[in-house]
């Protein structure tokens, strides 16, 4: 059965630092495109970042480039998303989720395959 469980969520500071991890079973990560989504609340689901299974290209949406990092772990099959510089602003729930587009598409984020995890919530409060 295919599964992604995310995990490494918590209460941090302006300014500090998360890595969140997306466990994947059923499939290997380095076989899909797998995108890092967040909701705020109130707000829609939005693409974070995105990893090509074919070359492990990241694609990271603006307001997050240059502070969040995605990567992978082939022999754990896992998938990372390393938050630094947190903001207030990046309060959300946090989800993984395998991709139908590649990272190289502009609307990567539009449509993912099989459903939604329960996410891992991420609260930057000072």
């Known amino acids: 059965q295919v599964q992604l469980v995310e995990s490494g969520g918590g209460l941090v500071q302006p300014g500090g630092s998360l890595r969140l991890s997306c466990a994947a079973s059923?499939?290997?990560?380095?076989?899909?495109?797998i995108g890092w989504f967040r909701q705020a609340p109130g707000k829609e689901r939005e693409g974070v970042s995105c990893?090509?299974?074919?070359?492990?290209?990241?694609t990271y949406v603006d307001s997050v480039k240059g502070r969040f990092t995605t990567s992978r772990d082939n022999a754990k099959n896992m998938v990372y998303l390393e938050m630094t510089s947190l903001k207030l602003e990046d309060t959300a729930v946090y989800y993984c989720?395998?991709?139908?587009?590649?990272?190289?598409?502009?609307?990567?984020?539009?449509?993912?395959?099989?459903?939604w995890g329960q996410g891992t919530q991420v609260t930057v409060s000072s």
């Open positions: 989720a395998r991709t139908v587009r590649g990272c190289e598409a502009p609307n990567w984020y539009g449509i993912i395959i099989g459903s």
């Open positions: 059923g499939f290997t990560v380095s076989s899909k495109t």
């Open positions: 990893i090509s299974s074919s070359d492990g290209r990241t």
